[in-house]
């Protein structure tokens, strides 16, 4: 399951250095068996490059070197080996299926498998030949290996993995509860149940599970790593960070995947911190490093980037569809691309409808985000009420929220998320702000609508922002600043044919005060407003304004 494992799957002691042996025997030098007893891999690859140079023979050195080298990690120094050793003439057969392991680590999969193939038929080579089947995506071969497995351990641990990597979770897991009941001692498998339930998003649940393997083996990097991670999703980055320390603390040279981890964990914790010196040349080692680096591309507005690196990928997982979804859909926005957005509703689709993912939340947001981009708000917010109880100060989740709410017409409330939303970016989005500007006119409140281009400053989104308001306050019968905002649009554009709008705003706010309904002390503005035009019908509107006001004894 975890495929750059440099921890042994069975967990029996703690690793104890060379030197705590030492203190206890100065004069004894470990033995060999005694070293891969105690898995310092370490230690036997020194005593055995130690014998090698001063001539001293060790029987099947060669294979225990490239042993030492796989199990530490340095799948480059075991492939070497493996190689040197199939060019002699007493090579045995089985090291071909041991080179195709140490090539697959190296993600060298065609190699692999031609390695593999020169081997004689085994165990071994069937669950190698089984996991480059899944990485080759053959279906057809996989069911052929997959039929070969046997009740055993090692192939019923391969066949779990294997479900762990296509989302199976619950099927590993099954396995892996069904080897814990028969080897009680096989304590490394609770870290695998716990990733599980990790996946699952059950962070409790795999905290729970994966104490009980710490109080024992305290210092494992996979499982003080899954530690911090379910301290991220159930806290926060800072509490994962303190974690994390545990971890750095206790790695040593020999761990270099652990490094690797901890420094994309912590660009990760961090908010992104350091994402574009750490995550790059983690791309090819670790798998999340490539969606991460997306994720923080998107934030940083740079959409164009995070489609470059992600266009390429074929996802498998949930999370790579979504985020494919996303960031197809932020590139579909962004140029006016239809294909873009379609191919967007057809990633959320794929996902919010699937037996595994239908009933998550991720699931759900994804059916919304597949009727948003259809314009079906009706159904959106019947999968948004659905995980709203889970999202309340979520600023994401409210901008969205409110915007199917205004798309239905019901202003009142949109106006209420709208104004629960604190990310300062989100409020100077124009379409935060258009939204909110409509919803403030729909309830009557033009003033505030008013105010909040007055905010804008000078730009294309604020010309936008006076057509919106001088409509849709014309539309609701806030004649007003309606008046105010066709004023301000001819004066930006004489040529056009606001002049129109103006004089049917200026008529209305007439009638308003007629009514009882507007000041009359409201007409001294409304002249003002006409006596900025050139139109010869202002002098007619004037004169009928005057006329009006001194029977009515107005002092305009």
């Known amino acids: 399951m975890i495929l750059s494992r440099v921890k042994p799957a069975v967990g029996e002691e703690t690793l104890r250095s060379i030197s705590e042996k030492k203190k206890k025997n100065k004069t004894k030098v470990p033995s060999l068996e005694e070293y891969l007893q105690q898995r310092d891999y370490l230690g036997a690859l020194t005593l055995l490059e130690f014998q090698r140079s ?105 066949l779990a993995s294997i479900h762990y990597m296509r989302s199976h979770y619950q099927e590993a897991i099954d396995i892996y509860k069904r080897l814990l009941l028969q080897k009680r001692d096989y304590l490394a498998l609770k870290v695998y149940v716990a990733l599980c339930y990790y996946k699952l998003d059950y962070y409790d649940v795999s905290q729970e599970v994966l104490a009980v393997y710490l109080q024992n083996i305290p210092d494992s990097t996979i499982a003080l790593n899954l530690k911090a991670c379910n301290h991220f999703r159930l806290y926060n980055g800072k509490a994962a960070e303190a974690e994390l320390k545990n971890l750095i603390d206790i790695s040593s040279c020999s761990f270099e995947f652990a490094k690797e981890l901890i420094r994309h964990n912590l660009v990760v914790f961090r908010d992104g911190e350091g994402a574009l010196q750490v995550l790059p040349p983690l791309i090819d080692v670790i798998p999340e490093a490539r969606l991460n680096l997306v994720i923080y591309y998107l934030r940083q507005d740079d959409v164009q980037e995070a489609y470059n690196l992600i266009q390429d990928l074929d996802p498998v997982t949930p999370q790579e569809y979504i985020l494919k979804g996303v960031v197809n859909a932020a590139l579909g926005q962004e140029i006016g691309s239809r294909d873009h957005l379609k191919i967007a509703q057809q990633f959320f689709q794929l996902v919010g409808g699937s037996a595994s993912e239908c009933d998550t939340i991720p699931g759900r947001q994804c059916m919304a985000s597949c009727f948003f981009l259809l314009r079906q708000f009706e159904d959106v917010l019947i999968y948004l009420n659905s995980v709203k109880g889970y999202f309340y100060n979520d600023d994401t989740f409210n901008f969205n929220y409110a915007q199917a709410k205004a798309a239905l017409g019901n202003y009142k409330e949109a106006e209420e998320v709208f104004l629960l939303i604190q990310n300062e970016k989100i409020k100077n989005d124009y379409v935060y702000l258009s939204w909110l500007a409509r919803c403030y006119i729909m309830n009557q409140k033009g003033q505030l609508a008013w105010e909040l281009y007055h905010k804008m400053g000078t730009s294309s989104d604020s010309f936008t922002m006076l057509q919106l308001i001088a409509n849709d306050c014309y539309k609701m019968g806030q004649f007003y600043y309606s008046a105010k905002a066709f004023d301000a649009l001819e004066k930006l554009d004489p040529g056009s044919n606001y002049w129109e709008g103006k004089r049917g705003a200026c008529v209305g706010i007439f009638q308003l005060v007629l009514a009882n309904k507007e000041p009359k002390e409201t007409l001294k503005e409304v002249l003002a407003l006409l006596q900025n035009s050139g139109n010869p019908q202002v002098e007619y509107i004037i004169r009928i304004l005057r006329k009006w006001a001194k029977d009515n004894r107005v002092l305009l």
Request: one cysteine or more.
């Open 54 to 158: 001063i001539g001293e023979k060790q029987e099947n050195a060669n294979l225990w070197i490239c042993y030492c080298a796989f199990h530490l990690g340095d799948y480059k120094r075991a492939m070497e080996e493996y190689k040197s050793l199939t060019t002699k003439p007493d090579c045995p057969a089985e090291v071909w299926v041991f080179l195709g392991c140490a090539l697959f680590f190296l993600g060298l999969y065609k190699e692999a498998e031609e390695a593999a193939l020169k081997a004689p038929m085994s165990p071994l080579q069937n669950r190698l030949l089984f996991h480059l089947a899944h990485k080759f995506k053959d279906e057809k071969r996989l069911m052929g290996f997959h039929q070969n497995l046997e009740d055993v351990t090692e192939d019923q641990l391969s």
